[in-house]
């Protein structure tokens, strides 16, 4: 399990509040989403006459579709793991040519890049949670919500805890 998986969980189910926070996001409860939908970009018009390049294959975290609409929306979920702002930029500049909006969700640590997302015109989210770790030799459970693997309290314990969910996750709109 990864923090990334986690973060995925929590916009799907129900927060404290008893509301779906993907429903915030999109602003609709007549949705279908569906998670890592492959599809293929669009073909872009060549001026020149050399043969077509094979389609491009995309997988956005969530591909919402809206019930009474035919547009559809996709949404990229960023972790303070690995976050990469260059990267994330070109992948979801390539949803901009298939999906109505793009959605992007990044840790709340980030939240300096805000300005240059919205400049590419995409709507920004932060995100904080506490990561719970499970120390996997006595099962102590610690509280982390930085990025970092946590040691055991206890002298004896080893470096090996492992990721067993997250707790008082927020996404506000940035």
Known sequence: ?????ELILALTQKDEKRIVPL???VRSTAIKYELESSTYLPAQDKPDYTAPAPPEGIAP???????????EVAIEVETDMDFDFGKSLRQI???QRRFRKVYVIIPKEYERFVPLYKNEDF???LWTATRIWEC?????IIYEKRPITPKCSKR???PH???KGIMDTTFIEA
Do not use: A, P
Not at 136 to 140: D, H, P
């Open 156 to 158: 004896s314990c080893g």
């Open 93 to 95: 500049k390539k949803y």
């Open 123 to 125: 709507d920004v989210y």
């Open 161 to 163: 805890q492992r990721l």
């Open 61 to 71: 975290d969530i591909v919402i579709k809206f019930e009474h609409e035919k547009s």
């Open 1 to 5: 399990m990864t923090i990334h998986d």
């Open 136 to 140: 996997m030799q006595c099962g102590n």
């Open 23 to 25: 429903y915030r996001i």
